[in-house]
């Protein structure tokens, strides 16, 4: 029987190598996506090898009621990968009031709301692993960026509560905490501030997509069975 997993945010780098990291081990997908298009295109193309179900699902998370049509398109389900986030970089005193509305949206509210949703569809099955991917910044903080630093920590106490409240259902619930990844989240640094965040990395490199991917696998599967309420830090050693 197929297995289906959500991802959303899947049209970016991370989400893209979730989607095949997961595709690869057999899961059929629900992808969703907002406004990159070609970006799902040419996903949907290098997904075609695998012979699964993969699904496209297009929704500006943003909205308020985005979560309901995401959650109207989706029928067997067997985990949800949290994935979708943009970054919000500038000094707190200058964070404007319609950016903030936005980004607690989608990384707080909607996913709330998209999870409460589509619980049932899980606890039916009595089976079932839900992924956040969530941020260094979640567990440290971050000068600079203390909105995003701020709903990054919210994901984290979200994955510490409601996996306590699903565990008897027998539901997993745990999240990402990505460092510094190669993704165009970080293309507005100039080559001397990327060297400079290297150096401070233990292992001396940034992730790469293909790292977080690795990580959100092990959690979906079953070989993290006894594991819930974890936040696995995927940093090179930036931040224990």
């Not at 992808?31 to 075609?48: F, G, P, V």
Request: hydrophobic content about 45%; glycine content about 10%; proline content about 5%.
């Amino acid at each position: 029987m197929k297995k289906f997993i959500l991802i959303t945010g899947a049209s970016g780098a991370i989400g893209q190598a979730i989607a095949l990291n997961l595709a690869a081990k057999g899961y059929s997908l629900y992808l969703h996506y907002n406004l990159n298009q070609q970006a799902m295109d040419k996903l949907l193309k290098r997904l075609e090898p695998f012979n699964g179900e993969y699904i496209p699902i297009q929704a500006d998370l943003a909205e308020p009621d985005s979560y309901q049509r995401v959650a109207s398109q989706i029928f067997s389900l067997d985990g949800i990968v949290h994935n979708a986030g943009h970054a919000l970089y500038g000094l707190l005193q200058e964070l404007d009031e319609g950016d903030a509305a936005r980004l607690i949206q989608v990384s707080i509210t909607t996913p709330l709301l998209l999870t409460k949703a589509l619980l049932p569809k899980l606890i039916t099955k009595k089976a079932g692993s839900i992924v956040v991917i969530s941020s260094i910044w979640g567990q440290t903080g971050a000068a600079y960026e203390v909105a995003y630093s701020t709903v990054k920590g919210a994901q984290i106490a979200f994955v510490k509560s409601l996996s306590k409240e699903l565990a008897p259902s027998g539901i997993r619930v745990n999240g990402v905490a990505p460092g510094a990844v190669e993704t165009p989240m970080i293309s507005g640094f100039s080559p001397d501030e990327l060297s400079a965040v290297e150096a401070e990395i233990p292992m001396g490199r940034l992730g790469t997509p293909e790292d977080i991917a690795n990580g959100v696998e092990y959690l979906v599967s079953g070989q993290s069975s006894y594991i819930t309420g974890h936040v696995l830090s995927i940093n090179g050693g930036w931040h224990i």
